[in-house]
Nanobody, 125 residues
Framework: QVQLVESGGGLVQAGGSLRLSCAAS????????LGWFRQAPGTEREFVAA????????FYADSVKGRFTISRDNAKNTVYLQMNSLLPEDTAVYYC??????????????????WGQGTQVTVSS
């Protein structure tokens, strides 16, 4: 069973930056597709970004493209989400997730097998 622990959330002003980290324990980290999702109050959880096992392929939601960057360090068993030019509408709980059934990045949350507990990101206007 893979355990995922997110960190790096917090309160930031609009236009600011945050970097989220998600550390994995157990399992073969380099064989997992990794994704970031978010959920704002009263909304469905939505896809943010995903990265394939090699780190060479990434997908982004249109709403974050050009502002957010997903990356992974397989030696540290960690996936990152660098968030720049943050907007109030980016406010949400951010979750990382791992998928072991594919090698390319996935947008569908139901294809992910393991989830972290989430970290709150709040962007003030």
């Amino acid at each position: 069973q893979v355990q995922l622990v997110e960190s790096g959330g917090g309160l930031v002003q609009a236009g600011g930056s945050l970097r989220l980290s998600c550390a994995a324990s157990r399992g073969t980290f380099s064989s997992y597709v990794l994704g970031w999702f978010r959920q704002a109050p009263g909304t469905e959880r939505e896809f943010v970004a995903a990265i394939g096992t090699s780190g060479g392929r990434t997908f982004y939601a249109d709403s974050v493209k050009g502002r957010f960057t997903i990356s992974r360090d397989n030696a540290k068993n960690t996936v990152y989400l660098q968030m720049n030019s943050l907007l109030p509408e980016d406010t949400a709980v951010y979750y990382c997730a791992a998928c072991f059934r594919f090698s390319g990045p996935r947008r569908n949350q139901y294809e992910y097998d393991y989830w972290g507990q989430g970290t709150q990101v709040t962007v003030s206007s």
